[in-house]
């Protein structure tokens, strides 16, 4: 790791036009500009070519600062390193620029509050409060002093603040004592004395996101009821803080219905949130009986909170606030100053803007670059300043594919939008009059979203002379409500139209050979590479990471987060039985003939093995060529540094095989059952 101090001067914009233009197009950053020799490229074979970038460098390297906590002038961030297994520790930024390490990996911090956790550490001057992700209890951690569980056995806390009187928090809390569905509460915790604690909020199915006032006296928080997702449909409500610490006068603040997120107070006590009431995820303040649109924008100011403690703005001075807006994947910082509802951009070359936080007079947040450049960052005036990162990629520059924005038609006269990026090895150029093989990557969710932030996995496939192209399908994020929500009653249908139609557009585009179309993606996006390839003759082949391929019995697997989820992708069951039977791959194998590659963590506890395996052997005693790889220990996401390495591998050897690509990487080819069923022309060059 490395500490450093990068000043970056941002030219002025006409932000409208610049959040306004229908395309983005990314244009090579400074630091992607080289001087070197120039050597005449080697003529080979796209996907064979020569890449210097390995496995180990795209995992072992990945190094990321996770989240952003400030209270009482300490600034605290977690962070991951591709050799920690997944493992996440602490770290503090002290006031000369140095980190000091506060919980070691091996603590390992994490929240499972609503399954996925998030926000699972709160710093409080020189002391930390943290979820153990072993036991889901949270602890004290002092200097000096042995860590100490503050919380009762299966209980799960998150997303907590800090409550001056009685020396107290007041966090999330999933209780899972009792038989049945856990219950979902806003309660205190003392922050010297383990025990039960105080309930303040209950009734709820999911409660979220609690903030309070800067005199402690008014506290806000979001509840959400099944089936409805957090990006679904919500409700903001606030209650007062009397003198002996309870809460009374609770009321639900009156909005009109949509997603409502980010609850925040400002320094002079108004009441301001993040919601979607005009199809886009703006900013709004109640003003007395009113809510107001502080700055209406067609673009995002959230993501969908799968996890808790997500801020995308946070007030620098009671009359501007910083906010990170997100339109079609691209990243930008402005300034929004209250009194006029003008902005200013502060910096616009981020892929992602993530944890806006506020301490002591300065705005600092978390910001991925489309360049390998990631970390910790500070506003500075009309600019901003990297003061931390981890352990950076050194890969080559010259070697580095950048992305193009795309949009294409797609069933019933939609458009949907990725980025593609084209093959790129200086060392080569492909066969004369051939074209490259492509990958298009499907993101999971299905409510998430491709961005355009910098991936060592992506420029892997780029520099062998791989295409590849990262899909924002019907569902995904960044684009509005009601772009979002068109995939409700259509999973397995509008997804699947636009992974085909992707390639489709590629190949009309003669940017890719349609001989070598691959797809890739993983739970939710693994049920949308099996439907493609059953559903379709485009695809040559695909690769699925707990893949879903029988979604009744999805049915009965799913854990509460996701309860309602399928009504609102599929719909209420067994009321339509029918569609879940319809759409389920497993049933429908008659066309599918294309090579799968499946991979499955056995300790997966969203998407169980046996959706691959059903799959695979059904694959298997067709005929058809596949592969299974099952890995002990790994949950829902692979996170052993050996683990993923091997999966990478696996799916070089698999679609060089597939695709007839002789590659001169040196791994282990992987064994397919039915191999010899491979046609040996189908992917000639």
């Known amino acids: 790791m490395k500490n450093l101090v990068v000043s970056t001067s941002v030219v002025f914009i006409f932000l409208t036009l610049l959040l306004t233009a229908c395309d983005v197009k990314v244009e090579p950053t400074k630091e992607l500009i080289i001087v070197a020799e120039e050597v005449e490229p080697t003529e080979a074979p796209y996907g064979s070519w020569s890449s210097p970038l390995t496995p180990m460098d795209v995992y072992g390297q990945s190094d990321n600062v996770v989240e952003l906590q400030s209270v009482g002038g300490a600034i605290y961030f977690s962070e991951s390193q591709g050799t920690w297994g997944g493992k996440v520790g602490v770290s503090r930024l002290e006031d000369d620029g140095s980190v000091t390490s506060v919980v070691s990996p091996d603590f390992n911090i994490g929240s499972r509050v609503h399954e996925y956790g998030g926000a699972p550490f709160l710093g409080i001057g020189k002391s ?3 979820t153990k992700k072993s036991d889901q209890l949270l602890y004290r951690i002092a200097p000096n002093q042995a860590p100490k569980a503050l919380t009762p056995k299966d209980t799960r806390h998150a997303n907590c603040i800090p409550y001056p009187l009685g020396s107290r928090l007041i966090c999330v809390r999933e209780d899972h004592r009792q038989e049945g569905e856990p219950k979902a509460s806003l309660v205190t915790v003392n922050l010297n004395v383990p025990g039960e604690g105080a309930t303040f909020v209950s009734g709820h199915d999911f409660i979220s996101a609690p903030a309070i006032s800067p005199d402690n006296r008014k506290l806000a928080w979001i509840t959400w009821e099944h089936p409805n997702m957090p990006w679904d449909e919500t409700q903001l409500w606030q209650g007062k803080l009397d003198k002996k610490g309870r809460l009374h006068s609770i009321e639900k603040v009156a909005t009109p219905k949509g997603s409502i997120n980010q ?4 320094p002079d006590g108004q009441l301001y949130f993040v919601a979607d009431f005009n199809n ?17 924008i067609q673009a995002e100011m959230a993501i969908p909170e799968w996890r808790m403690g997500h801020h995308f703005y946070a007030f620098e001075t009671p009359n501007t606030v910083i906010a990170n807006v997100n339109k ?24 992602e803007i993530s944890h806006v936080i506020y301490n002591d007079g300065v705005v600092y947040f978390i910001g991925r670059k489309i360049t390998p450049e990631k970390g910790l960052y500070r506003v500075n005036g009309r600019g901003v300043e990297l003061l931390y990162a981890p352990t950076l990629s050194d890969f080559n520059p010259s070697y580095i594919s950048q992305p193009e924005h795309i949009s294409f038609e797609t069933g019933g006269g939609s458009r949907s939008y990725g980025y593609f990026y084209p093959p790129k090895n200086p060392e080569y150029v492909g066969l004369k009059g051939s074209l490259p093989p492509l990958l298009v990557l499907v993101h999971g969710g299905p409510t998430w979203k491709a961005s355009l932030t910098y991936r060592a996995d992506i420029q892997f496939w780029t520099s062998r002379g791989f295409a590849v192209l990262d899909l924002n399908y019907r569902g995904s994020s960044g684009f509005g409500r009601e772009y979002r929500r068109s995939l409700y009653g ?20 003669q940017r890719v050979n349609p001989k070598m179309l691959g797809i890739r993606g993983g739970s939710a996006s693994g049920f949308t590479v099996l439907s493609a390839l059953a559903q379709h003759d485009v695809y040559t082949a695909g690769v699925s990471y707990a893949a879903v391929s029988d979604l009744e019995q999805l049915t009965a697997d799913t854990h509460k987060f996701e309860q309602g989820y399928l009504d609102q992708l599929v719909g209420p069951y067994p009321l339509n039985q029918s569609d879940y039977f319809e759409r389920s791959p497993i049933h429908h194998l008659q066309g599918f003939e294309e090579p799968m590659l499946l991979l499955q963590g056995m300790a997966d506890p969203v998407v169980p093995p046996r959706q691959s395996k059903a799959i695979f052997n059904a694959l298997k005693s067709k005929g058809v060529a596949s592969a299974y790889i ?4 790994e949950g829902h996401g692979f996170w052993s540094l050996e683990h993923r390495i091997e999966s990478l591998n696996a799916e070089l050897s698999f679609f060089t095989q597939v ?5 001169i990487d040196d791994i282990q080819p992987l064994k397919l059952e039915n191999g010899a069923a491979l046609p040996k022309d189908a992917a000639s060059q």
Do not use: H
């Not at 079609?328 to 616009?348: N, Q, T, V, W, Y």
């Not at 695709?659 to 590659?663: N, S, W």
């Open 630 to 633: 099952a890995f002990e220990g």
């Open 263 to 266: 609850p925040m107070y400002s």
């Open 328 to 351: 079609k994947g691209k990243a930008l910082l402005i300034r929004i100053f209250l009194d006029s509802g003008i902005a200013e951009p502060i910096a616009a070359d981020f892929g």
């Open 490 to 509: 259509q999973w397995g249908i509008a997804d699947v139209q636009d992974a085909v139609n992707a390639a489709k557009y590629l190949v009309k585009e």
């Open 659 to 663: 695709f007839g690509i002789k590659t």
């Open 128 to 130: 930390l409060f943290a």
């Open 280 to 296: 886009w995820w703006n900013l709004y303040c109640v003003e007395g009986k009113e809510i107001v649109n502080v700055y209406p």
